[in-house]
C-alpha cells in the first residue's frame, strides 16, 4: 500500500516568516494530495489539495507544489500569523480511493 | 449547521468493556469513515461505509464492528476494549467514495485501563 513520510515533526517561525512542510510518497498512481489543518481539540481541516496533473496551486497566503517524478509535495505558507499555528497533515489517495496521512506536522507562530 | 457530530467527547473504560462511538452528519453524505489518531502515525482508517447498508474494512480493523444505521448515521463498536484501543477517534464523511473531500468530526478521546 501507500506510505506517507512527513517532514518535519515540528516547526517553529517568526511571524511573517515562511513555512514549508514537506511530504513524500510510495505510490506512483497516487492522485490526489490534500492538505489539512487541525487545531486544538477540533477535527482536521482541509485547506488545500492538489491534483496529480498539476504542478503548483495557490490559495492567498498558501500554496501547494507537486513534484510527481521525485514522488514529493510541499506545503508552503507565507506571511505566517499566529492563527497559523497548528498540526498540519499532508495525505495521498490512491487508485482505490483511500486516504493515507502523513504523520503531521506542529507549526508554532512566535508573535 | 452542525457537519459532523461525535458522541462522546471523552471516555474512559476499563479493559474488557465495551462502547459504541456514535456520528451523525446532515450534509446528505453518501460515505462515512472511522478514523484512529495515535501520536507519530497520523490518521489511518479502520472502516468506512462507500454508501447506505455497505460497510468495507480499512487498514486497521481489528477490534472494531461498525453499523451504518441510516444515510445519517454510521457507528464504532469495541466489543471488548484494550489499552492498545487508547487513541482519538475521528468520524468523517465525503458526498461519495470518489469524492476526495472529506469534513471530520471534532473527535473522540478514548483511554483504555
Known amino acids: 500500500g501507500e506510505n506517507v513520510e512527513q517532514h518535519p515533526s515540528t516547526l517553529s517561525v517568526q511571524e511573517g516568516d515562511s513555512a514549508v512542510i514537506k511530504c513524500t510518497y510510495s505510490?506512483?498512481?497516487?492522485?490526489?494530495f490534500p492538505w489539512y489543518k487541525q487545531e486544538l481539540g477540533k477535527g482536521p481541516q482541509l485547506i488545500i489539495d492538489i491534483r496529480s496533473n498539476v504542478g503548483e496551486k495557490k490559495d492567498q497566503r498558501i500554496a501547494v507544489t507537486l513534484n510527481k517524478t521525485a514522488k514529493h509535495f510541499s506545503l508552503h505558507i507565507t506571511e505566517t500569523q499566529p492563527e497559523d499555528s497548528a498540526v498540519y497533515f499532508c495525505a495521498a489517495m490512491d487508485t482505490g480511493n483511500q486516504f493515507y496521512f502523513g504523520t503531521g506536522t506542529s507549526l508554532t507562530v512566535i508573535p | 449547521n452542525a457537519g459532523v457530530t461525535q458522541t462522546p467527547k471523552f471516555q474512559v473504560l476499563k479493559t474488557g468493556q465495551s462502547m459504541t462511538l456514535q456520528c451523525a452528519q446532515d450534509?446528505?453524505?453518501?460515505?462515512m469513515y472511522w478514523y484512529r489518531q495515535d501520536p507519530g502515525m497520523g490518521l489511518r482508517l479502520i472502516y468506512y461505509s462507500a454508501s447506505e447498508g455497505t460497510t468495507d474494512k480499512g487498514e486497521v480493523p481489528n477490534g472494531y464492528n461498525v453499523s451504518r444505521l441510516n444515510k445519517r448515521e454510521f457507528s464504532l463498536r469495541l466489543e471488548s476494549a484494550a489499552p492498545s484501543q487508547t487513541s482519538v477517534y475521528f468520524c468523517a464523511s465525503s458526498e461519495r467514495r470518489a469524492n476526495e473531500k472529506l469534513f471530520f468530526g471534532s473527535g473522540t478521546q478514548l483511554s483504555v485501563l
Open positions: 450534509m446528505n453524505h453518501n460515505s
Open positions: 505510490d506512483s498512481a497516487s492522485n490526489y
